[in-house]
């Protein structure tokens, strides 16, 4: 069974920086994208940056310049190294990969959530 799990978030002041992570773990053949969303108050799931298994990347217009992706395919893992965080990136931040298990058909997972908090 493939599981992902999230860490990293927390409380911050606005200029401040956080790194989040988030391990696959399970029978994995491969991965595909890995990508973070993030689900605000009130306000649908959107994306916020993703990495393709060429390590090609691409962010949302409002984290470019702030927030970078990368990869550690030995380990199965995804970061997202926040910088400059403002109040509005407030919100819980969900990570996603594109996985294909070793005897499960290929899907999208999704991470628990960890909350992101920046106070102004």
């Known amino acids: 069974q493939v599981q992902l799990v999230e860490s990293g978030g927390g409380l911050v002041q606005a200029g401040g920086s956080l790194r989040l992570s988030c391990a696959a773990s399970?029978?994995?053949?491969?991965?595909?994208?890995m990508a973070w969303y993030r689900q605000g108050p009130g306000n649908q799931r959107e994306l916020v940056a993703i990495?393709?298994?060429?390590?090609?990347?691409n962010y949302a217009d409002s984290v470019k310049g702030r927030f970078t992706i990368s990869r550690d395919n030995a380990k199965n893992t995804v970061y997202l190294q926040m910088n400059s965080l403002k109040p509005e990136d407030t919100a819980l931040y969900y990570c996603?990969?594109?996985?294909?298990?070793?005897?499960?058909?290929?899907?999208?997972?999704w991470g628990q959530g960890t909350q992101v908090t920046v106070s102004s």
């Open positions: 990495t393709t298994s060429g390590d090609s990347t």
């Open positions: 399970g029978s994995i053949r491969s991965i595909n994208t």
């Open positions: 996603n990969m594109h996985i294909v298990p070793t005897h499960q058909y290929t899907s999208y997972y």
